[in-house]
């Protein structure tokens, strides 16, 4: 899809200019292909102010065939060091490259002293996180593969409880392998992050590795997972119990569920990522378990899986129509167990579009 790689590329080539930089250094991959579609493993775009005419893409000779056919629209260039040998362009064309941004936040310091020496008489500036503040902003192409993404994890889950894959007996690890390579059939070309399979006591531990402990008959089981389409991720916590539900379990779940539906009707444009935060948190904070509940409500997810805005109580800025959060609250009982419940959704005008669509009911089997 050359055209929204150009007019991706364009809105960048806007911000340079508002900015005064002449062109844009991205040396970050994710990056790259957010601009340009490629998606090998090296790979540098030397991004000019004044359009794609004046722009240069550069990999080496392993993806001469694929940078033809994913970057069929700029000039290309074959070098192992990437970065360099464009910066090395740019100082032989000081009309053009007087003042060339790079991406500070992604360039070690090793690198930055190489880039100084070949950009030569070129003024190099710091320019952090221009593509990412226009990434934020998913459009329609991007959204589409989110929600194919989510659609993959929907549809593994509920193959994985189908097929009777949640039993006492089975380890944290063996259903979690399980449920990843449901992914993969369902459409998945990765997963998204290290699943977590949490059971019993271990599900009060927010990022729990799996590990061989075995499930159990009354254990809460905690799935805290994502799968990948097109470079763009899925991230979704659903709960099961294995067998009937205790009355702790029930009033604990339902009161994350209530805190989780506060927190999603907050979601729109405008709205404080702050106040967004504290309209899931007071509802479990009211209830007394304010203590429990020690993270964050959410994060935007996209090309990364944790990437800007974040839905915090110290986040700062407003939500965006197109922008993709995450909206995750939970409360753990050390020792006992714990819930949280998260989808992955988009900011409308009109309410925001949910995009995990398992069944938020409190699952047992």
């Known amino acids: 899809m050359p055209e929204i790689h150009a007019r991706r590329r364009a809105a960048l080539a806007a911000l340079l ?17 957010y601009l340009t579609g490629f998606t090998g493993s090296n790979a540098a775009l030397l991004l000019h102010a004044g359009g794609d005419a004046k722009t240069l893409f550069c990999t080496d000779g392993r993806y001469t065939a694929q940078s033809e056919s994913e970057v069929p629209d700029l000039e290309r260039v074959l070098d192992r060091a990437s970065a360099r040998a464009l910066a090395a362009h740019a100082a032989d064309r000081l009309a053009d490259y007087g003042r060339t941004g790079f991406e500070s936040q992604h360039v070690s310091v090793e ?15 710091r320019t952090p996180g221009l593509i990412e503040q226009l990434r934020v902003v998913k459009d329609e192409v991007e959204i589409a593969a989110l929600r194919a993404a989510c659609a993959a994890a929907d549809r593994a889950l509920a193959a994985l409880l189908e097929a009777g894959g949640v039993r006492p007996g089975r380890t944290e690890l063996e259903v979690a392998r399980d449920l990843e390579n449901r992914m993969l059939e369902h459409g998945s070309s990765g997963i998204s992050f290290e699943s977590i399979v949490a059971a019993g006591p271990n599900s009060a531990i927010p990022h729990h590795r799996p590990t061989g402990a075995e499930l159990r008959r009354g254990d809460f089981v905690k799935f805290d997972f994502g799968a990948t389409v097109d470079g763009y991720h899925s991230d979704m916590t659903r709960m099961v ?8 379990q029930r009033e604990l779940y339902n009161l994350v569920h209530r805190a989780q539906a506060a927190g999603t009707e907050a979601v729109r444009p405008g709205a404080v990522v702050s106040e967004v935060d504290a309209a899931a948190r007071s509802v479990i904070a009211d209830a007394g378990y304010g203590e429990q509940f020690a993270h964050g409500l959410g994060h935007g997810v996209g090309l990364e899986v944790h990437e800007a805005p974040s839905l915090a109580a110290a986040g700062v800025g407003t939500l965006s129509a197109g922008m993709a959060v995450t909206v995750e609250p939970g409360v753990y009982l050390a020792g006992r167990g714990g819930v949280r419940i998260e989808d992955t959704l988009v900011v409308r005008d009109s309410g925001p579009e949910l995009l995990t669509l398992s069944t938020k009911d409190l699952v047992a089997v």
């Open 241 to 248: 119990v294995l067998g009937e539900p205790a009355d702790w």
């Open 17 to 33: 200019h508002e900015n005064g930089v002449d062109a844009l250094l991205v040396t970050d991959l994710l990056n790259i292909r």
């Open 111 to 125: 690198e930055h002293e190489h880039l100084k020496v070949r950009f030569d008489r070129v003024e190099l500036v």
